[in-house]
C-alpha cells in the first residue's frame, strides 16, 4: 500500500517550457487535490477533484490545468512555465466523496524550479 | 477577505512542556478544523479533526480545542519530546468542501 505517490521528485524547467506532474492513489479515495507551498507559507489549493469526472478550481489556478485521468490518478500541467510557478507540489486524497472533505493524506512532493 | 493566522512562525519550548500553538480566523464560517504535522522535505500528515459543534478533542498528547465564538483553535502537546519538533499546520475546511491552510508554526523542542 503506497499511499500517494507523484513523479517527478525534482524538476528544472525553462521559462514557456511545459510539464506534467502526475498523481496516483492506491487508496480508493474519491477526492483528489493539487496544492503549491512556497518557503515559510502554507499551502495553497490549485484544482481539486470531488470524484472522478471533475475537477474545481482552487485558490490559485491560473498557469494550470488538471486531469483526472480515472479514479486513481489526478495530473497537474503546466503549460508555459513560469518563474513565479517555482515551488514544492504536493498531491493529496481523501476518502469522502462530494462536498465535504475529510482527512488528507500527502504525496511526497514534487520540487520545482523555473528558471 | 478570509484570513487565517497561526500564531509566531517559531515557537521554542523546553523538553517536557506543553506546548500550545494558535490559530485565529476572520471571515470564515468552517464546518471543521484540522491540524497536521510537516516535516522538513516532505508532505503534511494529518494528526486530529474537530468539528465545529466540538469543543475538545484529545489524542495520547495531543488536545485541540475549538472556539467559534473567539474563532480560534488551540492545539496542545503535552510532556512535549525532541521528537516533536515539526512545523504545525492548521486547516479550515467549510460546507461547500474548500479546504484553507495556515502558515504554520514551526516548534522546536529542546532537550
Known amino acids: 500500500n503506497a499511499g500517494v505517490t507523484q513523479t517527478p521528485k525534482f524538476q528544472v524547467l525553462k521559462t514557456g517550457q511545459s510539464m506534467t506532474l502526475q498523481c496516483a492513489q492506491d487508496?480508493?479515495?474519491?477526492?483528489m487535490y493539487w496544492y503549491r507551498q512556497d518557503p515559510g507559507m502554507g499551502l495553497r489549493l490549485i484544482y481539486y477533484s470531488a470524484s472522478e469526472g471533475t475537477t474545481d478550481k482552487g485558490e490559485v489556478p491560473n498557469g494550470y490545468n488538471v486531469s483526472r485521468l480515472n479514479k486513481r490518478e489526478f495530473s497537474l500541467r503546466l503549460e508555459s512555465a513560469a518563474p513565479s510557478q517555482t515551488s514544492v507540489y504536493f498531491c493529496?486524497?481523501?476518502?469522502?466523496?462530494?462536498?465535504?472533505?475529510?482527512?488528507?493524506?500527502f504525496g511526497p512532493g514534487t520540487r520545482l524550479t523555473v528558471l | 477577505s478570509q484570513k487565517i493566522e497561526q500564531n509566531s512562525e517559531a515557537l521554542n519550548i523546553q523538553e517536557g512542556k506543553t506546548a500550545t500553538l494558535t490559530c485565529n480566523y476572520t471571515n470564515y464560517s468552517p464546518a471543521y478544523l484540522q491540524w497536521y504535522r510537516q516535516d522538513p522535505g516532505r508532505g503534511p500528515v494529518f494528526l486530529l479533526l474537530?468539528?465545529?459543534?466540538?469543543k475538545e478533542k484529545r489524542k495520547e498528547r495531543l488536545k485541540v480545542t475549538f472556539d467559534t465564538t473567539l474563532k480560534q483553535s488551540l492545539f496542545h502537546i503535552t510532556a512535549s519530546q525532541p521528537a516533536d519538533s515539526a512545523t504545525y499546520l492548521c486547516?479550515?475546511?467549510?460546507?461547500?468542501?474548500?479546504?484553507?491552510f495556515g502558515d504554520g508554526t514551526t516548534l522546536t523542542v529542546k532537550p
Open positions: 487508496m480508493n479515495h474519491n477526492s
Open positions: 493529496a486524497s481523501s476518502r469522502t466523496s462530494g462536498k465535504v472533505a475529510d482527512t488528507q493524506y
Open positions: 486547516a479550515l475546511i467549510t460546507n461547500a468542501g474548500k479546504s484553507t
Open positions: 474537530i468539528r465545529e459543534n466540538e
